[in-house]
């Protein structure tokens, strides 16, 4: 797990390099606007067979659930198979939409209009993801890649808690006093908290 997107994307990239078999691209279909900042996953998705993956959304037959990491198993032109706990399952294609609220005066009620779709295979390469996004995950070994340092409250807190035993964490470098980062407001609702007591 690193602190950022930066450093994970290049953990993944050198790992999707040293993979020897045949590398597929499958590019995204959008539609109207969807601005690349709101890309649920790369436009050009670059896979090989072997290759470690995150799954991004819910299967609707109860496969895997978002957040499921798994393995690339086969590759095709228009075939993305991966391997879940031995089990091999096809992936679909999975569409976003883009949302915008409008008021009708006239009914007198908001209604969602669908301003652009991004349609892609919802997997991420997933050698390093970002200690945010491991948010609401389980890992039974992880290795911390602090970098630069934690830059956002809580951030060790939540890499640290996604391993399930403490033998199953390795960390690149010694946690320091500066990555521990703390929101003031909780320190200010203890004190007062503790006086009410």
Known sequence: ??????????????????????????????????????????????????????????????RWVNGTIAQIAALSPDTIKVSINGSIHEVSKSSWEKI?????????????KIIGTFEQYPIKLAWAIT?????????????????????????????LSRCTTLGGIILKRPVIASDIIFDERVYEFRNRFLNLI
């Open 1 to 62: 797990m690193t602190t950022t997107n930066n450093r994970a994307n290049a953990v993944n990239e050198e790992k999707l390099a040293g993979l020897p078999d045949k590398e597929y691209k499958y590019e995204a279909a959008i539609t109207k606007k969807f601005e690349e900042s709101a890309y649920p996953t790369e436009y050009c998705l670059r896979l090989k067979k072997g290759a470690q993956i995150i799954l991004i959304r819910n299967d609707l037959d109860k």
């Open 131 to 159: 200690i945010h996004k491991s948010q609401g995950q389980t890992f039974d070994n992880i290795v911390i890649d602090l970098g630069a340092g934690a830059f956002t409250h809580g951030q060790v807190y939540v890499g």
């Open 100 to 112: 915008e609220y409008e008021y009708n005066r006239a009914e007198d009620k908001i209604e969602e």
